[in-house]
């Protein structure tokens, strides 16, 4: 009686599951459900005997067999569909059967093979062709005699547009088929918690490992698709390195597709789809930068210069990539790090360019063919720097100010030429002026050596005229700047800064000598004061403003009412020191010393070019300080050498201002 009252209950439960497993709405839960409950009636007899459920059996035996098979067609069917009823019906049947694992990798795998299969067929050259060969031709020209057909050409611009069109079907199945895999994982993790509610022994379950582990293999696809598409056909290879803006805006807008709708991938996952491409990207910056310093190389030729053509080819190719990389930040640095090395190879090939030799800084004669190729490459310098800074003001393609910022910085090495023709050139000049205020030494400022300063009246400073060297240095500056100045624009402020350095020289060697001549009488310092005024006339050539002579001017002027001033009003003078250095007024204090009280360079045995020479190579003020302080000490040596018991009256006040003057520069 068991056994019929077991068959019964199978023929019953059949019915059943013939009622879950019709075709419109197969409810795979509670299939699984009365499988489970057959199952349970197999146990402890055999009714493979009993006739009357024969059928029953074989029914429940093949639908067993399917059902994995059916619950993965209709999860496909259902996850595509986005049913979420029918996906969790079927999840419940896996859990029941405890196949759930098996089930859904089954699923991913099929969505898996997919994609594949788009990735593995779009990118495959000769499909490609073949397609592209299928197409009907536009042309109406009939088969004449003698006609014939040629093949498609496989770099024509239709299989460049069907490329394209390939990797657009084959990111946006990434998108979806990634998409319906999460709606399913999603689905299966929500059933699985309320599973595990009343099941003891299941198992730990990692949420999001099905979706990110499909998103991988999807990812290594991609690469070795790409990759494998590269090498097979040149031209695709030059497609994807010369048009990779294009591919990556397609990875950018499938990876802001999955971020605004992705469940389980995280920051590192989706750049993972980006790096799928950097090959491409690396070719592509290499290629960027070829065509970067392909104008360059053209505009230095062997031996000449860029012309304004060749200027403009540079600064529409910097225009075209800033273009091409506007829309990733990324590339957008990469490729600003190329406009960067291009500017930096401009400045090199400028600086190379530039000659150092005797008739590139000869000063004396007129303008040599050098110094005129020298001046054009500063005018060159200035021309890159404006037109990039114009073509970065004007760049309206959204290029970010990070990425710009490294193009910004080496436009600032347009100083590099530009000194390097500047710098020998002003070093000359202060040269001339020094070997010209060197003849200062050998006019006579001895006359009335030994009257009052006082006696000397305003009428006389005023009416007082230049000395010979003045004159001709007021004749060498007037040349200078016509010249050499007139070649470039002061307005600048680099050009202007090395003219102002070079009028501060001046006047810095000026105060030197002026201050190093002697003897000096009183119509001496008359002269040497008149010389003072003429000065200032000779550098006004050079069209600075008085800031721009900066501390040296405050000098010069300070500097010259001490002419008529005593040994001991010099020394009280409140200008010593905060304006007039100490080393200044000392030295023109030697001028009014007996001949046996030397000068720091008589003492050396130098001569007074030497000794111009040693304050240049010790600026810094106490070390000349001590320079004199050696001179005083050894005339006060030789005094008491001789016996005598009297300095001349200048030692002390000048030994007093030492020692005050040291004291304001300790060590």
Sequence with gaps: MDLLRKANRISQAAKRLRACMTDDSADFGKAAVVVTEIG????????????????????????????PNRIVESLSEAVSTQDLGKIGFAVDACLVFGNVEDVLAGVAKKFFSTVQTLIETGLDHQQLVQSDASRPTTSSAKNYPGRTTLPSVQNSPALRTAFWGKLDVVFDAIYQHQIRIELLESVYLGRYEQYALYSVDAPDVVDGRISRDFFQRVVETLVGGLNRCGKESTFLQQILENEFPRLLKMVKDTVNRLRSATLFLDGPNLAALRDAISSFQSLFVSRSLSRLLEPVNAGFGENSLPTGEDLTSIFRSITNELVVCSADEALAVLVCGNIARQLRLIFVKLESAIATDGEATQVIGSLTGKQTRNF????????????????????????????????EEIVQAYEGPVRNVLTPLRESLADSVESILLTMHDEDFSANEDADPHSVSTPEILDSTCSRYMRELQEFLLRAQQTFFSQ??????????????FARRCVELFIRHASLVRPVGTRGRLKLAGDFAQLEAALAPLNLKSHEYGRELAVLKAFRPLLFQTP????ENSTVGPVVPFSVALHHLFSRAPTDLQSPYGVSGWSVSRYSRYLDEHPRERDRLLGISGGLDGYAQAVRNRGETHYAVIYPVMKELLGRALSAYPI
């Design 40 to 67: 349970s009636l197999f146990q402890d007899y055999d009714l493979q005997s009993v006739t009357f459920v024969e059928t029953d059996l074989k029914f429940v035996a093949d639908t067993v067999a399917s059902l």
């Design 376 to 407: 054009k490459v500063i005018d060159l310098a200035y021309k890159v720097k404006f037109g990039v800074e114009k073509v970065l003001k004007g760049d309206k393609s959204g290029i970010p100010e990070t990425a710009k910022r490294s193009v």
């Design 488 to 501: 470039i624009d002061i307005t600048q402020p680099l050009l202007r800064s090395t003219v102002a350095e």
């Design 568 to 571: 001991g009003e010099i020394s």
